[in-house]
Structure formats: C-alpha cells, structure tokens
C-alpha cells in the first residue's frame, strides 16, 4: 500500500518561500501513469489542488497558484516537493501530499504551514 508523508517547517514568513517535502513508500514516484499532487486545506475553506508532477516527471499546477508555484521530484529519494514563492498569510493552510490526478486514492496526514512574521 502506497504511504505518504510530508514534511517541512510550520511556519514561514511573508514574501518567503514554502517548501515541503513529501516522502513516498510502497510504490514508486516513477511507476507508470501515476500522478503525485499537492492539496491544500486553508482554515474554514475548502481543499483546494495545487499541482501535480507526473510519473514522466512532467507537471502542470492550478492556474490560480501556477505563477508562485513549482513541483520538482528526487527519483533516487523516491520524493517530491513544493515549493510556493511569495507567501502571504493567506497562504497559511493544512498542506497535503496525494497519489493520483483528478481523484486522489493515497494522502498523508497533512502538515500545518502557518505564514506569520
């Protein structure tokens, strides 16, 4: 069974960069058609997709969030990451990493980004 975990620090300043990491076991990042998203729940709202990178290695990101956003991936950690520029506490948010595009079968737990000075 695919498990994901991510990992990161909990709090980030205004006009920093957000980055997570999310740590794939039971399958691998490069496993034929699989896709790895990012999601993200802000407190009060709604879940809301971020982007994804394909197995290919190739990505494609939420048109809201596609200017700040950027997907990348580790194959020999078998990890991939996020990075979002330019955060503001509007970006503050439980942060989750997810197999799959446009459904979602495997998530991790979620981690907690607070944007604050």
């Known amino acids: 069974q695919v498990q994901l975990q991510e990992s990161g620090p909990g709090l980030v300043k205004p006009s920093q960069t957000l980055s997570l990491t999310c740590t794939v076991s039971?399958?691998?990042?490069?496993?034929?058609?699989?896709?790895w998203s990012w999601i993200r729940q802000p407190p009060g709202k709604g879940l809301e997709w971020m982007g994804a990178?394909?197995?290919?290695?190739?990505?494609k990101y939420s048109p809201s969030l596609k200017s700040r956003t950027s997907i990348s991936r580790d194959t020999s950690k078998n990890q991939f990451t996020l990075q979002l520029s330019s955060v503001t506490p509007e970006d503050t948010a439980v942060y989750y990493c997810?197999?799959?595009?446009?459904?979602?079968?495997?998530w991790g737990q979620g981690t907690q980004v607070t944007v604050s000075s």
């Open positions: 039971g399958g691998s990042i490069t496993a034929d058609y699989y896709y």
């Open positions: 997810a197999e799959g595009y446009p459904e979602f079968n495997y």
């Open positions: 990178i394909r197995y290919t290695g190739s990505t």
